[in-house]
């Protein structure tokens, strides 16, 4: 079945840290998306990709990099420069303008 | 500014008890209006997508219906496998991203 993968689905970062989430799709949808989600507030908007090699900021891109490589990957690093990286992080892709998201499981990140 | 509210934060209903969410926005230009289920832990999942004014679609026991404020998302009958958080989005004309608005948390009793 086609779908979007996330991993790992839990994880915990040290003060300091770089940390890597994983974003494979085989839909074969060009465009995908890195949403950071936290309690009482709507998702938030952290990178896009329109195309491979090529990506663009979102609302809250500080303290987050990301690269792609191939049209199935989208991974987002935590960087250290992130002050508040607690959070659950939604990756998600869609077929073309006008269309709905497809949704990974999610990664849940906490600080430790 | 462009922006998505969504009523009531939480609702909860007993089961075969029919109601309504309500997704107001202000947008410049409306491209698409989204519905998105989501259960805790998980990620959302697509339901449905309006395009203007006007238009209604069902699935099962939803039917998501747009005017040119508002988008509501009507639950007929409900069971206890409806419960979970509904997220309305929309997109502006010309613009890449979606504004999410926070959902209405449903709880459907047995």
């Known amino acids: 079945d086609g779908g979007i993968t996330q991993s790992p689905k839990y994880l915990f970062r040290k003060e300091g840290q770089n940390v890597t989430l994983s974003c494979e799709q085989n839909l074969n949808h060009d465009a995908m998306y890195w949403y950071r989600q936290d309690p009482g507030q709507g998702l938030r908007l952290i990178y896009y990709?329109?195309?491979?090699?090529?990506?663009q900021k979102g609302d809250i891109a500080e303290g987050y990099s990301v690269s792609r490589e191939k049209k199935e990957s989208f991974p987002l690093t935590v960087t250290s420069a992130q002050k508040n990286p607690t959070a659950f992080y939604l990756c998600?892709?869609?077929?073309?303008?006008?269309?709905?998201?497809?949704f990974g499981s999610g990664t849940r990140l906490t600080v430790v | 500014e462009d922006q998505v509210t969504q009523s009531p934060e939480a609702l909860r209903l007993q089961e075969g008890e029919s109601s309504s969410l309500n997704c107001s926005y202000t947008?410049?230009?409306?491209?698409?209006l989204f519905w998105y289920r989501q259960d805790p832990g998980k990620g959302p999942e697509f339901l449905f997508t309006l395009y203007s004014a006007g238009e209604e679609k069902e699935k099962e026991r939803l039917k998501a219906t747009l005017t040119k404020k508002e988008s509501f998302l009507h639950i007929t009958a409900p069971k206890p496998e409806d419960s979970a958080t509904y997220l309305c989005?929309?997109?502006?004309?010309?613009?890449?991203?979606?504004?999410f608005g926070t959902g209405t948390r449903l709880k459907v009793l047995a």
């Open positions: 990709s329109q195309i491979v090699n090529d990506f």
């Open positions: 998600a892709s869609k077929a073309g303008e006008g269309y709905g998201y497809t």
């Open positions: 947008v410049s230009g409306l491209r698409g």
């Open positions: 989005a929309v997109q502006a004309i010309g613009t890449y991203k979606y504004i």
